[in-house]
């Protein structure tokens, strides 16, 4: 199926070269990577006036084929229109004064991966950016509120059940900081849940970078919460303590070089 579809999204292109192709809705089983839940609730964490009740958001987004990563966004709010060409789409980006709500939804969105569309061989000077259709919610109970954890324990003293493969951390190494190789360590405190899976919060650069700027530190921050949800351990410690309930400061690099 994936031929077809791209010969499909080309064709208007190789008309004008303009025009856009009519969005594809976003299906559950046409995602890779869905935001963790440590991440869906840090993008909410700190917002005020979050809606009680989840507020639907719909995104056209522009998805790169190869990759599955959203690259721009525009929120289509009411009875809006998907863009009908790239001029449009771009007036409307540039344009965009997004609510609070729609901040949160489009940083879940960016964080989503969806399954490849393409099997040619990538082509940084030619993107296929595929227009993609997402809908998400957002209200006051996307944060989660911790108890106090039963106890704390070392990262050395986890036994790992299940990692995060080398795919999902490329995947997530914001782009920006990749072009410019940028290397950092990040720390973060972590709950384990019953799952036995992380949920992490206060992600951290381990050491101050001068090239890390505010904006570039929070993708970080939103990458290692994805990484590190993929994590699962195994249910007793090296010494034979159990892990649920308790915490854990975890460090992840993200290294350039792979």
Not at 25 to 47: D, F, K, W
Not at 191 to 199: A, G, K, Q, S, Y
Request: aromatic share 6%; net charge neutral.
């Amino acid at each position: 199926m994936l031929l077809p579809l791209l010969m499909m999204i080309a064709a208007p292109d190789a008309q004008d070269g303009d025009k856009l192709a009519e969005p594809i809705a976003v299906q559950p089983g046409a995602i890779r990577y869905a935001p963790s839940r440590a991440l869906v609730s840090a993008t909410a964490t700190g917002v005020a006036g979050l809606p009680a009740a989840p507020e639907t958001v719909r995104l056209e987004c522009l998805v790169d084929a190869h990759f599955g990563d959203p690259q721009r966004c525009i929120p289509l709010t009411g009875a809006a229109r998907p863009a009908a060409t790239r001029t449009e789409f771009d007036k409307r980006a540039t344009a965009w004064a997004a609510t609070p709500v729609e901040r949160i939804a489009l940083e879940r969105v960016k964080a989503t991966r969806v399954n490849p569309m393409s099997e040619a061989p990538y082509d940084a000077a030619h993107p296929v950016l595929v227009p993609m259709l997402f809908t998400t919610t957002v209200s006051a109970a996307d944060v989660v509120t911790l108890g106090k954890p039963v106890a704390t324990m070392e990262a050395r003293d986890v036994e790992y059940d299940e990692r995060p493969d080398a795919a999902l951390l490329s995947s997530y190494y914001p782009p920006r900081a990749l072009a410019a190789g940028i290397e950092v360590r990040m720390t973060a405190m972590c709950r384990v849940l019953p799952d036995r899976t992380l949920f992490c919060r206060d992600a951290r650069p381990a050491s101050a970078d001068s090239r890390l700027d505010p904006a570039m530190t929070r993708d970080f921050a939103l990458a290692t919460y994805q990484v590190i949800g993929a994590v699962r351990l195994m249910p007793l410690t090296k010494s034979g303590e159990p892990v649920v309930g308790r915490e854990v400061e975890m460090r992840i690099a993200f290294a350039a070089g792979g």
